[in-house]
């Protein structure tokens, strides 16, 4: 025990240790830290969770349709409430004459058939062709061949020419006003779902099998629908937030692991301790120790960080959506294998997490036991280190997932559309552990034997 102390002494070093606190809140604050606040503060995101928060208190975990109406009209008359509250002393809103909701809708209709009234001064840069382009599509909305889904049925008799005062007023974001919109953008959502139900014999298929071929993927998509697990209500950019944290917090963790570990053994190599320690058979033992000794930081400071980065997610956003299943109405284009709630899906990539710090300092004590100085122990890290970071970008960028619509490389496509084989990012960082101890332990004894 003795020994093994001693070891993490040598790890814990006052520099390593300044070096990797630096490092760390340069990353957090510059990744981490952002991904977590537009999950609060980006509108695209933020009130689309504030929304399903919502619906998770007067629902629970699911949506079903006969709690549709309800759920509808009780949040309306809210968030109507609440809107008229903020806007009801606001300077802004009082010179553009948006005294209420019903006169804000007005406004927002401006907004949405504003182009259709250019300005006298926008006109001075217009040609006949803008005229005329103008006319058709006024034609088109009179007919209803055009309708925009955000604003009342465009009115021939209704001028929406927008004063100075209304287009101050373009850009002012009011979150109850945003909501009362996504709202309807909710149910219809819910209401593609409600096709397969209708029709389970027919040929309804879910809009992302336009995304994969695989047929695996597509029974298990079907498996989804069958079962009513695509009834959560989870917000579907929050997710994708979330899987972007999960692999920026790998990184993170790789990275510290290779500072404070690396430089340990290389060092002994350097000033002769590692031949000093080979001169006894206990001392060739000391290998071992240092071995666990280095797993052993790995493990507690992956487990901080993890920690850290997933008691600040929960406590910020999570801890409304940890009893929801994965797979939401809301996000029908990807689809997720893990049957589970999400705050068990946290706690399963909690702990694949920390298995990859284990991974990647076996590999990083393989490399510094080989490198005899740090010129070799930096030019051996780089690939180590690089391959270590591939591999954590294809585990943790959308872990069990079935179908990613936001890929946009190869190496984005969900592990079991290639493998067909579920929860293959189990099985890999298995492998991988396994691959690790087997080199590690072979090595550790060779140089029981070695020459000196």
């Not at 100075?164 to 953008?185: D, H, Q, S, T």
């Not at 972007?244 to 990275?255: D, V, W």
């Amino acid at each position: 025990m003795k020994i093994f102390i001693h070891e993490i002494k040598k790890i814990l070093r006052p520099v390593p240790l300044l070096i990797l606190a630096v490092f760390t809140a340069l990353f957090g604050y510059m990744f981490i830290r952002s991904n977590i606040n537009n999950l609060t503060t980006y509108h695209e995101t933020s009130d689309q969770v504030a929304l399903a928060a919502d619906l998770i208190e007067l629902c629970g975990p699911t949506w079903e349709a006969n709690e549709i109406e309800d759920a509808v009209a009780t949040l309306t008359a809210r968030y109507i409430s609440e809107f008229e509250e903020e806007i009801r002393d606001n300077p802004l809103f009082i010179a553009a004459g948006v005294t209420d909701y019903k006169s804000y809708r007005a406004l927002n209709d401006k907004f949405v058939y504003m182009h259709l009234f250019p300005s006298e001064e926008e006109k001075k840069d217009m040609t006949a062709q803008h005229f005329r382009d103008i006319e058709e599509e006024k034609q088109r909305l009179i007919s209803g061949e055009t309708i925009y889904d955000d604003a009342n049925p465009f009115d021939p008799e209704t001028d929406y020419t927008l004063t100075a005062e209304e287009r101050e007023m373009r850009w002012v974001n009011i979150v109850p006003a945003i909501k009362l919109r996504l709202i309807n953008g909710f149910v219809s959502e819910y209401e593609r779902i409600t096709l397969y139900d209708d029709d389970p014999d027919g040929k309804f298929l879910p809009e992302v099998f336009v995304l994969t071929e695989s047929a695996a993927v597509q029974t298990k998509i079907m498996e989804i629908y069958e079962s009513g697990a695509i009834k959560n209500i989870l917000p579907g950019w929050a997710m994708y937030m979330v899987n972007g944290i999960y692999f920026l917090l790998a990184l993170m963790i790789l990275a510290a692991v290779a500072i404070l570990l690396a430089p340990v053994i290389t060092k002994d190599n350097m000033n002769g301790i590692t031949a000093l320690q080979y001169s006894s058979k206990t001392g060739r033992k000391t290998l071992g120790v240092q071995l666990a000794a280095m797993l052993f930081t790995a493990f507690v400071v992956a487990g901080i960080m993890s920690a850290t980065v997933f008691g600040v997610l929960i406590g910020r956003v999570w801890h409304k959506f940890l009893g929801s299943g994965l797979n939401s109405f809301y996000d029908i284009y990807n689809f997720n294998l893990f049957p589970g709630n999400f705050g068990q899906y946290f706690l399963i990539v909690f702990g694949l997490i920390l298995a990859m710090s284990l991974v990647a300092a076996m590999f990083i004590f393989l490399l510094s036991k080989l490198c005899k100085n740090y010129i070799s122990l930096i030019l051996g890290l780089v690939p180590v280190t690089g391959v270590l970071i591939f591999i954590s970008y294809i585990l943790f960028k959308a872990p069990f997932a079935l179908t990613n619509s936001y890929s946009t490389m190869g190496i984005d496509v969900p592990l079991f559309s290639l493998t067909n084989i579920p929860y293959t990012e189990v099985y890999a960082i298995g492998l991988l552990v396994a691959i690790g101890l087997t080199v590690s332990m072979l090595l550790l004894k060779k140089q029981k034997r070695a020459e000196i």
